[in-house]
């Protein structure tokens, strides 16, 4: 679903993770209206229950929802744009917070950390 910094305004860090969140949310809502599987947002994910069941939840990682998101594809399960659900988070206060949650998200594969490269 769609995710919203709640402290966009709190600080330039706040900013650039808004910033990201609605370009990935754009990109989701345009790979789910092609046709395409999403990738999996640790903030604001929902699954049903048949899913659950055939695909279990078994990733405790740091990067916990590229580890089921692999499992949903080699299942060759479609992940979903649920455009009228919206989640808010509070983004990192500052920029070694930022960066170390971005360098996490980079370590396991996903492209998360692009509005930190903007900013810079």
Known sequence: CAVRS?????APTGYVAAVGAA????VAAGRDR???SVPLRGTGMAFRRSVLEFI???AFGLAEDAEYAAKLHA???????????????D???????LGKQRRR??????LASKPLGLAL
């Open 23 to 26: 370009l990935d949310d754009s």
């Open 34 to 36: 092609l046709g395409g």
């Open 56 to 58: 279990p939840w078994t």
């Open 91 to 97: 983004s990192p206060g500052t920029w070694r917070d």
């Open 6 to 10: 709640r402290n966009a305004d709190a």
């Open 75 to 89: 299942a060759a399960v479609r992940v979903r744009h649920c455009a009228d659900a919206v989640v808010g988070c």
């Open 105 to 110: 998200w980079r370590a396991a594969g996903v």
